[in-house]
């Protein structure tokens, strides 16, 4: 059995259109907040942490529904294409309220831009579930965890070119001193990038036929499926199993916890701790990213050889000894060194340890049939965490010190290497071969 590497590159897009989105929201839409309607940092906040609380609610709720979805497009296509078609016209209203408002300020327009970002946001919330669920729909159990390892690479490629358009478009020589910059090119092209995505997708990848092929062959093999019939013909969950769930969907909120707590608050525990400006904490961050990015296919790999839970529980270890080792070294240096990078860089790595693996384990415990709304849990899961661990991690930095910000990372990571003991289910068995059999994989 081996992975079809092209067909997960094309089922990828769909994620490499989220995270070109996701990239340029998170950079652009502050600044329109801030500096064409003014408002303050807990009004912007509020509006930029709506995200995640809607994805609370929506993920869960259209990963169900798509499951139960039935027609000639597949399950998750129509809401693919429904969604994307909705963001991409609703992304290109917000430039002209925003270049309408600093035309003419005026109540009514602020208000209309809030309406329309507050669509926007509901219309990614409808596709993302789906999107992310297509890709175990239409690949073998065993093989979710490098297929998952090229979806997050394509979600990082999806970041890069939106970066790349960015700098492209406005350099600092362009916008430097301008009172309002005109964004609508940049969304214009962040547009056409979802839209070619998806296009391509949905021009290369026949769901209704994949995902029958592959719950043939998913048929082929019994001892995949930890479901278990109730004796009126329902396949329910055991109760061992619903066990290691609830665990591993604890590991997953308490792991982002630990990451998320550092990548809210890390450029401005750097100015506070070391006096740093924000080039050198972008860079660490950077460097993290970079190790990620390059760890996502060896990851897999490994995952393939090992097992899923070991390699988690590799990265998990390992990022709690990094953010351990990040207090020390912000507290011990004035100014951000190599051995940061350093540091980083195995962030980056052990990251992607653990991202690679935990959604392959999740939808690992469920029926083919569920595999939208155990997608769902995983968001549930990881959102709620993203939601708290701002508003946590900012309310002991403010009432004990600054200093606790990595303790506080390393003990919920830690944490969730307690939690991932009690995991018994959800793990591919690693794949034994003989002789000329050990090289095939490397022919993917």
Partial sequence: MKLNNKRTVLVGLAFLSICSFWQMYDNVIPL????????????SGAIMAADNVLALFLLPFFGTLSDRTNTRLGKRTPYILAGTIAAIILLNILPVLDNSYYAAASRGKMVAFVIVLGLLLVSMGTYRSPAVALMPDVTPKPLRSRANA???LMGAVGGIIYLAVAAVLYPNSKVLGLEHVNYAPLFIVVSAIMAVAIIALRLTINEPKLAAENQALEAEHPEWNLAQD?????????????????????????????????????????????????????????????GAIVSYIPIG????????????MIGVILLSACFLSGFFLT???????????IV????????????????????????????????GYYYTASMAAQVVTPILAGTLMRSISYKVLFPYAAIFVFFSFLTMTQVKHGDAAPEVKKGLEAFEDMED
């Fill in 331 to 341: 507290t011990a240096f004035h100014s951000i060194n190599a051995i940061m990078f």
């Fill in 150 to 152: 090229i979806i997050n």
């Fill in 230 to 290: 109730d004796g009126s013909g329902n396949e329910v969950l055991p109760a061992n199993v619903k066990r290691s769930l609830g665990f591993l969907l604890a590991s997953i909120a308490l792991w982002f916890i630990g990451y998320n707590g550092i990548t809210t608050w890390f450029t401005t525990y750097v100015d506070k701790v070391m006096g740093q400006g924000l080039g050198g904490a972008s860079t660490c961050l950077l460097i993290a990213t970079g």
């Fill in 32 to 43: 329109i907040l801030t500096k064409t309607f003014h408002m303050n940092e807990t009004f």
């Fill in 344 to 375: 980083f860089a195995l962030v980056g790595f052990a990251w992607a340890a653990i991202n690679v693996n935990s959604l392959p384990m999740v939808v690992e415990m469920c029926r083919g049939s569920d595999i939208g709304k155990f997608t």
């Fill in 301 to 312: 790999s490994l995952a393939h050889k090992i097992g899923r839970k070991k390699t988690i």
